[in-house]
């Protein structure tokens, strides 16, 4: 395998908790219901658009003018979006804070949206431990685009086929591979300590 000398980390799902259906059990407690408004209104694909870098005012409006009769519960999801994201996961947080102090180059690649992603980052300290983090939203492109990978590359001096990236979606994982870059999927911290050994990098 090549040397790896940048390792490029996801947030939601690898180093962040991350679902939706957290911010809805309240407003909508039948569990058959929530699961229709999440894969109906507030789909994964209209909220990939905010990561993109549409407006939460022009994502909402959209909606409810398909939707008339769930303007507060489309409404809801920005105004509780800090109920979908509860915690780290500790144990990946870990791996990055060792990763850094035992001198590796750590940045980070994200799909988020611009405001959500400085929440975040004020919730989160170690957030802003990497050495730099490149933000959909912020440059409206999003993973698996090639662009965001050349992006990322280009911002932080990365050569693509000394990084190593990690993300916990397959798509974004195989994006990163037709950009250049090493790449595995985040599944559990033991799988990736794992992966890092078979990269020769101990934890």
Not at 24 to 53: C, K, M
Not at 110 to 117: I, L, S, Y
Request: cysteine-free; glycine content about 4%; charged content about 30%.
């Amino acid at each position: 395998m090549r040397e790896i000398r940048h390792i490029v980390f996801d947030i939601g799902r690898v180093l962040i908790h991350y679902d939706p259906d957290l911010a809805y059990r309240d407003l909508i407690p039948d569990a058959e219901h929530r699961r229709w408004f999440l894969e109906t209104v507030t789909t994964g694909d209209w909220n990939l658009e905010q990561d993109r870098g549409r407006r939460w005012d022009e994502a909402e409006a959209l909606l409810v003018a398909d939707f008339p009769d769930h303007e507060t519960n489309i409404r809801a999801f920005r105004q509780n979006w800090h109920k979908m994201v509860p915690h780290a996961y500790d144990d990946s947080v870990a791996v990055l804070e060792a990763l850094i102090e035992d001198g590796h180059d750590v940045t980070m690649l994200t799909n988020f949206a611009t405001d959500t992603f400085a929440e975040a980052k004020e919730r989160f300290a170690f957030l802003k431990m990497p050495r730099g983090v490149t933000v959909s939203g912020d440059h409206k492109l999003i993973k698996p685009d090639f662009a965001i990978y050349d992006l990322h590359a280009r911002t932080f001096g990365l050569n693509p086929k000394h990084t190593l990236f990690i993300d916990d979606s397959a798509k974004n994982v195989e994006g990163a591979k037709l950009a250049g870059w090493q790449a595995v999927q985040f599944t559990d911290v033991a799988t990736l300590k794992r992966h890092l050994e078979d990269y020769g990098i101990a934890i």
